[in-house]
């Protein structure tokens, strides 16, 4: 998991993996640049700024793939045990980069995602085909 993911940041950002560990080791600091930019009083700032950023794909990856790891798994296998038919349609509702939907897919199970951050689409997109994994796509009349 964490060998794809380092992999897939790279090739969406087009950079060397040691940059990615960079990324994800400065992750907090990457992203508080981002949102020192933003008016916090401006609701339409605000909004942009989450669809728009670059950098808190690392953060969501840094805490999956680190502090949050053992949660995921057991997260799954309750899925597994409550849900056993793989028919059954997930929703993953603000999936940062789809950890918890590629996790659940690798399983075989249909899962949707909805998330409104352009950079963590665009990485679910590099991941799941590259691992030929198949995701369904929130419809995009929701603004996202």
């Known amino acids: 998991d964490r060998e794809d993911v380092i992999s897939c940041l790279a090739e969406l950002d087009n950079i060397k993996e040691e940059e990615v560990f960079k990324r994800l080791k400065n992750n907090k600091e990457l992203r508080n640049e981002e949102w020192s930019k933003i008016d916090k009083n401006n609701l339409k700032e605000v909004e942009d700024y989450y669809i728009n950023n670059t950098f808190e794909i690392y953060d969501h990856f840094n805490w999956h793939l680190n502090a949050r790891r053992q949660f995921d798994k057991r997260l799954i296998e309750d899925i597994k045990r409550k849900y056993p038919d793989k028919a059954t349609e997930i929703l993953d509702f603000g999936c940062g980069g789809g950890q918890l939907a590629f996790m659940l897919a690798s399983e075989g199970y249909v899962v949707t995602v909805v998330?409104?951050?352009?950079?963590?689409?665009?990485?679910?997109?590099?991941?799941?085909?590259?691992?030929?994994?198949?995701?369904?796509?929130?419809?995009?009349?929701?603004?996202?």
């Open 115 to 144: 998330e409104p951050n352009k950079k963590a689409n665009e990485f679910i997109s590099v991941r799941f085909e590259k691992n030929r994994k198949k995701i369904k796509r929130y419809s995009k009349k929701m603004g996202f």
